[in-house]
């Protein structure tokens, strides 16, 4: 492939995802910290919905991201809660991050109140999708140490109890677009390569 066929707005896209999947690596800690999901996951798949126009690449890339750095994350620092390569419900976490880019796709003319409406949308859409999944899996209750009951006070209990976690992947969302956008927004305006080809 000679350089002259490799499409400068799709590389600058791709830099910004890698950059997201490795920030979220470095950013490890314990799942239980204050700073549990307060990442820029989120955020990278509303800018890759965004930004990618080829329905392909727009999933294809911050999921391929996502995985990766799962992979790593769970090998590396989170082996004891592993389930094979990744973990127990990934399937509803993949299945809320792929909504995420859905939600990044109708963001057709990128301004603040878009950009902050699809993130809150994003960390609810997350929120439901993901825990959905944990009570279903029989999730822990944190304030019993038992299996979350299949019935409405262990629905109740698990939704009530991931709003930190819900509340961290929020502000992750907010500040985290804030950036990926208003950077790359920035950047079409200042080389012009970047912006999306009329054809």
């Given at each position: 492939m000679s350089l002259q066929k490799i499409n400068p707005r799709t590389s600058v896209l791709l830099l910004f995802i890698i950059a997201t999947?490795?920030?979220?690596?470095?950013?490890?800690s314990t799942l239980l910290s204050p700073l549990a999901n307060f990442t820029p996951i989120g955020a990278m798949a509303l800018f890759g919905g965004t930004?990618?126009?080829?329905?392909?690449?727009?999933y294809f890339f911050p999921l391929v991201t996502l995985l990766a750095s799962d992979?790593?994350?769970?090998?590396?620092?989170y082996k004891q809660h592993s389930n094979?390569?990744?973990?127990?419900?990934?399937?509803?976490?993949?299945?809320?991050?792929?909504?995420?880019?859905?939600?990044?796709?109708y963001i057709?003319?990128?301004?603040?109140?878009?950009?902050?409406?699809?993130?809150?949308?994003?960390?609810l859409?997350?929120?439901?999708?993901?825990?959905?999944?944990?009570?279903?899996?029989?999730?822990?209750?944190?304030?019993?140490?038992?299996a979350l009951t299949k019935d409405w006070h262990g629905f109740v209990q698990c939704y009530l109890q991931a709003i930190p976690f819900l509340k961290n992947m929020l502000l992750g969302n907010v500040l985290y677009s804030g950036i990926l956008y208003g950077v790359f927004e920035v950047l079409q305006k200042r080389y012009p390569i970047l912006q999306p080809s009329i054809s």
């Open positions: 999947g490795m920030l979220r690596i470095m950013n490890c930004y990618f126009k080829s329905n392909w690449k727009s992979i790593v994350m769970m090998q590396l620092f094979g390569l990744l973990y127990s419900g990934w399937l509803w976490t993949y299945s809320a991050f792929a909504l995420m880019v859905l939600i990044g796709k057709k003319k990128v301004t603040f109140k878009n950009v902050l409406t699809a993130a809150v949308a994003a960390a859409a997350h929120w439901l999708i993901t825990d959905f999944g944990v009570w279903l899996g029989g999730g822990l209750d944190i304030s019993t140490g038992t």
